[in-house]
């Protein structure tokens, strides 16, 4: 491949116009066009791409609904009843609220597939909570938000998941079902670090709710706690796509914010609506303009170059995966996740299937690692966000979400080298990979 | 007069909204309605998933066009960030040049495609391809304005905003 040929020069005016600022849609849609252009073919081709590829590909709507459902359980009073399930039970405990801070993640993974919307949703109210007479530090607070709220898109539903769907074709389903074990192992190594610091720093307890109070609050959450339960049991027992089962979430969480607990307003219900249209339409751009970038590479062969590149280094899966941790760690300190999935993931896909990767194996360590970059620096839309809501520097936040990256890190090692903690559960319910 | 284009205009940008989010809760509807009669009724419809296809097309390229804030969108934002104003101007400048040129080069290409789509329609609604596709020009045309109006700015001394990474709307 040349220097001059359309294709480089293409990559560079992509890269060009994202660093001069450009909406990084609009970077992909101009530098296709421009490469449509030098290479003289239709530039209608830019057009048709979109289209007909938005059109057809019908798991992306899960994306637009999965946002929806996550946006009315923030404006219903879910979120509140499950923090005070979830305080009722570990609250007791040295460094209790910490430890309420992880298990509400869990469990609210369960019904969200994004992590910004997660940290958006509980992050205030867990840092008021956690700072308030000075319990806890607000860099400790608002970090361990931030890497709690990495767990959310692991455990199902996922946002990510379905993009890798997209650019993959791996089954959704399955997909999820595989972020299940690395989820809660993660949740586990950050339980850990919290008891460990908890002693050490002499976190405080929170008063015991007592024992006769716990069936009352447990039945004031109880409706959230289904929620799972309603979103994944209809995905697995067959009864709903992936897609029709992102929709039911968001009735289900409409449907108890409104009728259950009366806490929802018209104009809340607009402006939840309307804040996920506008998200929706902002990834829109960006798969718009993976359509038609990924249209070029195929066009160009490129991830068969690739292919028969490392396929000649005679690398092995194992190797293969480190190296891809290794880049996808390094352009998540840097990029964008949704990017990284919809523009470098796709060039690796054949490589991997090439070498023999199960697609769930490797989606789930992909999302993992789109996970990690939330929150490494310099560019790690979690900390942003966190530093944001808990008014600290993100000097501070950095130095105390290092521990939980650490533990990252060890857990993406582990699922690396071990597919069986992905592929297990797949397997257990029918997965033939 | 002079007070009354920011008012007409405000005034329009909320009912783009207000077409935005209908365009949400349409297609959310149009789903309970296929679970509903898929499952309840035991009567599987096609028209649904047709509509909520659509609604996403136009939902993307409705918004993006005419509801997205420069602010929302999804970018590359650490040299942007960094950057000082002056720089940021001329940044602006190039980028918004190099768009500008290669939309509006391809598109009468953009728009043969377009109206050449008339020759096919949706399998359930029958709505013809270049009518649902028509949004594209829309969105075209609307990306061209605003990147004209934006350089028209830039090149009078204001500098676009450093940017905001909290305020892009990622759903990861």
New interface residues.
């Given amino acids: 491949m040349s220097l001059a040929s359309p294709f480089s020069i293409a990559i560079v ?1 992509i890269t060009m ?10 970077a992909m849609i ?1 530098g296709s ?2 490469y ?2 030098l290479a003289g073919l ?7 791409q ?2 007909n590829g ?3 590909n ?1 798991i ?2 899960a ?6 459902a996550a946006e009315l359980m923030n404006i219903g009073s879910m979120t509140d009843r499950l923090l005070r399930f979830c305080d009722a039970f570990v609250g007791r405990f040295r460094g209790g609220l910490a430890q309420v801070n992880i298990l509400q993640s869990v469990i609210f993974a369960g019904m969200s ?5 997660d940290a958006a949703g509980t992050g205030k109210m867990m840092q008021n909570m956690m700072t308030k007479d000075g319990k806890y530090a607000p860099s400790f607070a608002a970090a361990l938000t931030a890497a709690t709220a990495v767990i959310g ?1 692991i455990i199902p539903p996922s ?2 998941m379905v993009l890798f769907a997209l650019v993959s074709d791996a089954s959704i389903g399955y997909l999820f079902l595989g972020g299940v074990v690395p989820g809660l192992l993660m949740a586990l190594s950050q339980m850990t670090i919290v008891g460990v610091a908890a002693r050490r720093r002499n976190f405080p307890v929170e008063p015991p709710t007592p024992l006769r109070a716990l069936p009352g609050i447990t039945w004031r959450a109880f409706p959230t706690l289904m929620m799972p339960v309603v979103l994944l049991g209809g995905i697995y027992s067959g ?2 796509t992936p ?2 089962a992102a ?2 979430a ?2 289900y969480a409409l449907v108890i914010s409104v009728v259950l607990y009366r806490s929802v307003s018209f104009g809340e219900f ?1 402006a939840a ?2 804040a ?13 303009g993976a359509l038609v970038f990924n249209y070029v590479v195929t066009i160009e062969n490129i991830p068969n170059d690739l292919r028969a590149l490392l396929t000649a280094w005679e690398l092995s899966p194992a190797g293969f995966l480190i190296l891809v941790n290794i880049l996808l760690l390094l352009l998540g300190c ?6 990284i ?1 919809l523009i470098i993931v796709p060039v690796l896909i054949p490589t991997a299937q090439a070498l023999g990767i199960d697609m769930v194996h490797f989606g789930v360590m992909v999302v993992v690692n ?2 990690i970059g ?1 929150i490494t620096p ?2 790690g ?1 979690l900390l ?2 966190m530093t ?1 809501i808990a008014e600290v520097p993100l000097r501070d936040l950095v130095r105390d979400v290092l521990p939980f990256l650490w533990a990252m890190f060890a857990s993406l090692a582990l699922i690396t080298v071990f597919p069986d903690l992905v592929l297990w559960l797949p397997r257990l319910l029918g997965y033939e990979g | 007069m002079k007070q009354k284009i920011p008012r007409i205009g405000g005034w329009l940008y909320r009912r783009a909204e207000n077409v935005l989010a209908a365009m949400l809760a349409a297609m959310f509807a149009a789903f309970l309605l296929q679970i509903a009669f898929r499952y309840l009724l035991n009567l599987p419809i096609g028209w649904t998933s047709e509509v909520s296809a659509i609604l996403w097309i136009w939902m993307v390229l409705w918004g993006a066009a005419l509801v997205l804030r420069e602010e929302e969108e999804i970018r590359f934002d650490l040299v942007y960030a960094v950057a000082g104003a002056r720089v940021r101007r001329v940044m602006f400048l190039v980028a918004a040049g190099a768009l500008l040129a290669l939309y509006a080069v391809s598109f009468p290409a953009v728009f043969d495609y377009v109206t050449f789509m008339k020759v096919e329609s949706t399998a359930y609604l029958k709505i013809r391809l270049d009518w649902l596709f028509s949004i594209y020009l829309v969105f075209v045309v609307a990306v061209i304005a605003r990147y004209l109006f934006l350089s028209w700015r830039a090149l009078r001394g204001a500098a676009p905003g450093a940017g905001d990474p909290t305020q892009g709307r990622s759903g990861v």
């Fill in positions: 005016s116009l994202a660093i001069l600022g450009l909406p990084i849609g609009h101009a066009i421009l449509l252009l239709d530039m209608g081709t830019a057009a048709e979109i289209l938005m059109y057809t019908y992306i709507l994306v637009p609904l999965f946002i929806l597939g994004s992590a910004i919307a898109p946002i990510p009864a709903t897609t029709e929709a039911l968001a009735a607009y609506m309307l996920s249209a506008r998200t929706s339409a902002s990834i829109g751009m960006l798969i718009a840097a990029l964008e996740g949704t990017t999935l789109i996970m939330l310099p560019y839309l942003f966000i944001r």
